[in-house]
């Protein structure tokens, strides 16, 4: 049993843990407030009204779940401790403080190990990691890669959880591990660093959550978070919390703790100064390996249908899942498909409480003459089932599943066979009738390309490693040898940087009247005629990002392409069929991908590096090449070579091309970012130039 103190002397009320202050009543809404109320606000909005499922894992004071009990549309909460004195005093002594949280209707404590409850966990909204500072190696195996991919499996597709990540001021380097850690389990997340007087009067400095979720959180979602009025922290406090030292991120670039390796960065920590410039950091998933049990992610670059299906064929036999199946079934467009059997699977409940389940499983076997023996021998058992009783929700979604995709498998059958089927089908823009997508189209024009407006050159979508779609931005450069031409993007490496067909990597930030190469010693700045007209320095962070990205892709290209081949074998029998010549053409656009990746990697590795930069902690970098400088409010154009030019906030005089590009940098700031320093400025510009700057295109 864990050493309890609870302090009440002179009016206070603070509770210690092995010599470890756990909260302290004057400030601990303060902590406990963003901790659950962040996640809630993010996943009400995701779930569109849905009943909320929350899980809190420690917390056994109670103080977080009564937060999460505040909130609109939670109907089931559980609470995971191990340490029964603590909940024993969440009951008696805490009770006033956590207004009775362990005793509402809506809530179920289990004493015992989070790990063993992850083990059969799933279909959670919110998670609350509200675990104890990691000093041993049983601390640390709760902030392992092992432990955050179970959490992952437990959540739904669009959950979010939130972590009690130590201070990213005192210890950055362990903050920063538990964010890697989170993001090799899958888990993209955002940092948030706040004061807590109490922590801070007993030595443990500033203090940081990680929010994290399988699908990234935006800057959006969390600038619409509203806290409710009677709450200590406001959004005010959150967004400001949002922001870190420039210089923390690289700090924190570490790798994830598998084992013990956080113990080492708690004990070897390096204080960092908690000054300006500031900014807010995000931390991508990295590794988005399939685990048999799991619906989402898959190793490498999931561009086609095969990535999923030759993971699962690699499963043995008795390990092969209809889950699994379900997530790589060749079904029209791959990016909906995939999301639309995900929230299938999240609202499965309501679904089968609108289903006559007698009737349905009686029409059933009345026509299951055909089936397979294994498929009439399963309706028979579940007949039998319905007889003595309609079984649970918890045993009927165990058993959907399987209904599910037998349903699936019968529909595409039936469409490649008879394809003016209502089923997995669209209308052509050439008005050429119903067309099945059997995997995802890939004529040797255009690559992936989707039809939806905006003509032919650019209206089709882009996937990234984990099979997530961006809508493809224009590209156009102008070849010396052959003239301007629209280039097309083959593979988002990340949200901002895309893989062209020639080996360039464009930066596709949606600053209008501009498009960006990016190389290892500049950003290049194109006007839409696709001519360079600045040269900048790439700024100290995108060039490596770069470079690593690329790395890592030529692996898991590779396996792609040895996965689709397998793909191609299985789908032999659909060779007759127009969608299944569709989907034998994406092999010709996966070396094509893979061709312009080793011209990537090649121009990369041969090409010098960008001049350094030095620090000047009045500067604050707003785009690559681009800073503010705080001191003399201005702003500083940093060229390739390195050398600076520094432009006032007044309009200038004269407009030069320089002077438009940073006016559509300072819009991108303010419209897309909402940094409002620069709206003034914006507003100002547009009133002395107006339609001069569009620039010269």
Same mark, same amino acid.
């Given at each position: 049993?864990?050493?309890?103190?609870?302090?009440?002397?002179?009016? /206070?009320?603070?509770?210690?843990?092995?010599?470890?202050?756990?909260?302290?009543?004057?400030?601990?809404?303060?902590?406990?407030?963003?901790?659950?109320?962040?996640?809630?606000?993010?996943?009400?909005?995701?779930?569109?009204?849905?009943?909320?499922?929350?899980?809190?894992?420690?917390?056994?004071?109670?103080?977080?779940?009564?937060?999460?009990?505040?909130?609109?549309?939670?109907?089931?909460?559980?609470?995971?401790?191990?340490?029964?004195?603590?909940?024993?005093? $969440?009951?008696?002594?805490?009770?006033?403080?956590?207004?009775?949280?362990?005793?509402?209707?809506?809530?179920?404590?289990?004493?015992?190990?989070?790990?063993?409850?992850?083990?059969?966990?799933? *279909?959670?909204?919110?998670?609350?990691?509200?675990?104890?500072?990691?000093?041993?190696?049983?601390?640390?195996?709760?902030?392992?890669?092992?432990?955050?991919?179970?959490?992952?499996?437990?959540?739904?597709?669009? *959950?979010?959880?939130?972590?009690?990540?130590?201070?990213?001021?005192?210890?950055? !380097?362990?903050?920063?591990?538990?964010?890697?850690?989170?993001?090799? $389990?899958?888990?993209?997340?955002?940092?948030?660093?706040?004061?807590?007087?109490?922590?801070?009067? &007993?030595?443990?400095?500033?203090?940081?959550?990680?929010?994290?979720?399988?699908?990234?959180?935006?800057?959006?979602?969390?600038?619409?978070?509203?806290?409710?009025?009677?709450?200590?922290?406001?959004?005010?406090?959150?967004?400001?919390?949002?922001?870190?030292?420039?210089?923390?991120?690289?700090?924190?670039?570490?790798?994830?703790?598998?084992?013990?390796?956080?113990?080492? +960065?708690?004990?070897?920590?390096?204080?960092?100064?908690?000054?300006?410039?500031?900014?807010?950091?995000?931390? $991508?998933?990295?590794? &988005?390996?399939?685990?048999?049990?799991?619906?989402?992610?898959?190793?490498?670059?999931?561009?086609?249908?095969?990535?999923?299906?030759?993971?699962?064929?690699?499963?043995?036999?008795?390990?092969?899942?209809?889950?699994?199946?379900?997530?790589?079934?060749?079904?029209?467009?791959?990016?909906?498909?995939?999301?639309?059997?995900?929230?299938?699977?999240?609202?499965?409940?309501?679904?089968?409480?609108?289903?006559?389940?007698?009737?349905?499983?009686?029409?059933?076997? !009345?026509?299951?003459?055909?089936?397979?023996?294994?498929?009439?021998?399963?309706?028979?058992?579940?007949?039998?089932?319905?007889?003595?009783?309609?079984?649970?929700?918890?045993?009927?979604?165990?058993?959907?599943?399987?209904?599910?995709?037998?349903?699936?498998?019968?529909?595409?059958?039936?469409?490649?066979?008879?394809?003016?089927?209502?089923?997995?089908?669209?209308?052509?823009?050439?008005?050429?009738?119903?067309?099945?997508?059997?995997?995802?189209?890939?004529?040797?024009?255009?690559?992936?390309?989707?039809? #939806?407006?905006?003509?032919?050159?650019?209206? +089709?979508?882009?996937?990234?490693?984990?099979?997530?779609?961006?809508?493809?931005?224009?590209?156009?450069?102008?070849?010396?040898?052959?003239?301007?031409?629209?280039?097309?993007?083959?593979?988002?490496?990340?949200?901002?940087?895309?893989?062209?067909?020639?080996?360039?990597?464009?930066?596709?930030?949606?600053?209008?009247?501009?498009?960006?190469?990016?190389?290892?010693?500049?950003?290049?700045?194109?006007?839409?005629?696709?001519?360079?007209?600045?040269?900048?320095?790439?700024?100290?962070?995108?060039?490596?990002?770069?470079?690593?990205?690329?790395?890592?892709?030529?692996?898991?290209?590779?396996?792609?392409?040895?996965?689709?081949?397998?793909?191609?074998?299985?789908?032999?029998?659909?060779?007759?069929? *127009?969608?299944?010549?569709?989907?034998?053409?994406?092999?010709?656009?996966?070396?094509?991908? /893979?061709?312009?990746?080793?011209?990537?990697?090649?121009?990369?590795?041969?090409?010098?590096?960008?001049?350094?930069?030095?620090?000047?902690?009045?500067?604050?970098?707003?785009?690559?090449?681009?800073?503010?400088?705080?001191?003399?409010?201005?702003?500083?154009?940093?060229?390739?070579?390195?050398? &600076?030019?520094?432009?006032?906030?007044?309009?200038?005089?004269?407009?030069?091309?320089?002077?438009?590009?940073?006016?559509?940098?300072? +819009? +991108?700031?303010?419209?897309?970012?909402?940094?409002?320093?620069? /709206?003034?400025? #914006?507003?100002?510009?547009?009133?002395?130039?107006?339609?001069?700057?569009?620039?010269?295109?």
């Amino acid at each position: 049993m864990s050493g309890l103190f609870l302090d009440t002397r002179a009016g /206070r009320l603070a509770l210690y843990l092995n010599g470890d202050l756990q909260f302290d009543r004057d400030d601990e809404e303060l902590y406990h407030q963003p901790l659950a109320l962040v996640p809630l606000a993010l996943v009400s909005r995701r779930a569109a009204g849905r009943k909320l499922r929350v899980l809190v894992l420690g917390g056994g004071d109670g103080l977080a779940l009564r937060e999460i009990l505040k909130c609109p549309g939670v109907d089931e909460a559980h609470l995971v401790d191990h340490d029964a004195a603590v909940l024993d005093l $969440a009951r008696s002594r805490l009770a006033d403080l956590n207004r009775g949280a362990l005793s509402d209707a809506r809530v179920r404590v289990h004493v015992g190990d989070a790990r063993d409850f992850l083990s059969g966990a799933r *279909g959670f909204d919110a998670i609350v990691c509200d675990l104890t500072f990691p000093r041993d190696l049983a601390g640390a195996a709760v902030f392992t890669v092992d432990f955050f991919r179970s959490v992952r499996r437990a959540l739904t597709p669009r *959950g979010v959880i939130a972590v009690n990540a130590l201070s990213p001021e005192l210890t950055p !380097e362990a903050f920063g591990c538990i964010a890697v850690t989170l993001a090799t $389990a899958g888990l993209a997340s955002v940092p948030y660093a706040f004061v807590l007087p109490s922590f801070v009067t &007993e030595g443990y400095g500033r203090w940081g959550f990680l929010f994290a979720s399988p699908e990234p959180i935006t800057d959006q979602e969390l600038d619409e978070i509203q806290f409710p009025t009677a709450a200590r922290v406001t959004s005010a406090d959150l967004r400001a919390g949002l922001e870190l030292p420039h210089s923390a991120l690289d700090r924190m670039k570490l790798s994830p703790n598998v084992r013990d390796e956080l113990l080492y +960065y708690v004990a070897n920590g390096t204080p960092i100064a908690w000054t300006e410039p500031f900014q807010r950091h995000r931390f $991508a998933a990295t590794n &988005e390996r399939r685990e048999s049990s799991e619906v989402i992610g898959s190793p490498g670059p999931r561009l086609t249908a095969a990535q999923a299906f030759a993971a699962w064929l690699r499963e043995p036999a008795g390990r092969r899942s209809l889950a699994e199946l379900l997530a790589c079934l060749p079904l029209a467009r791959r990016g909906q498909t995939r999301e639309l059997v995900l929230e299938w699977s999240t609202n499965a409940d309501s679904l089968l409480r609108g289903v006559d389940l007698r009737l349905f499983v009686d029409r059933l076997l !009345e026509r299951a003459g055909s089936l397979p023996a294994a498929w009439r021998r399963e309706l028979s058992e579940l007949a039998a089932r319905v007889k003595s009783g309609i079984p649970s929700m918890r045993e009927l979604l165990e058993g959907a599943w399987r209904v599910f995709a037998v349903f699936l498998l019968v529909l595409l059958v039936a469409n490649l066979t008879f394809p003016d089927n209502a089923y997995a089908k669209h209308t052509g823009s050439s008005g050429s009738g119903p067309q099945l997508a059997f995997s995802d189209p890939a004529p040797s024009s255009a690559p992936f390309r989707d039809h #939806v407006g905006g003509g032919p050159r650019f209206g +089709y979508y882009v996937y990234d490693s984990g099979g997530r779609e961006y809508r493809a931005q224009p590209f156009m450069f102008a070849d010396p040898a052959r003239g301007p031409r629209p280039l097309i993007s083959l593979l988002a490496l990340s949200p901002d940087l895309r893989l062209l067909e020639t080996g360039m990597v464009s930066y596709a930030v949606p600053i209008p009247a501009y498009e960006f190469v990016v190389q290892p010693d500049r950003l290049g700045v194109l006007n839409l005629a696709g001519r360079e007209v600045l040269a900048l320095h790439p700024g100290p962070s995108l060039p490596g990002q770069t470079t690593q990205l690329l790395a890592t892709q030529a692996p898991l290209l590779d396996r792609a392409l040895a996965d689709h081949q397998r793909w191609l074998d299985w789908t032999r029998w659909a060779r007759g069929f *127009g969608p299944g010549q569709e989907a034998s053409s994406e092999l010709t656009q996966l070396e094509r991908i /893979r061709a312009a990746l080793g011209s990537a990697r090649t121009t990369w590795m041969s090409a010098p590096a960008a001049p350094r930069l030095g620090e000047d902690r009045q500067r604050s970098m707003i785009f690559p090449g681009v800073v503010f400088d705080q001191s003399r409010q201005e702003l500083v154009v940093i060229h390739a070579d390195g050398t &600076e030019r520094a432009h006032s906030l007044t309009p200038p005089a004269m407009l030069t091309e320089e002077d438009r590009f940073l006016f559509w940098v300072l +819009y +991108y700031r303010v419209t897309s970012l909402r940094d409002a320093r620069f /709206r003034t400025v #914006v507003d100002r510009w547009r009133d002395a130039y107006g339609a001069h700057l569009a620039g010269s295109g």
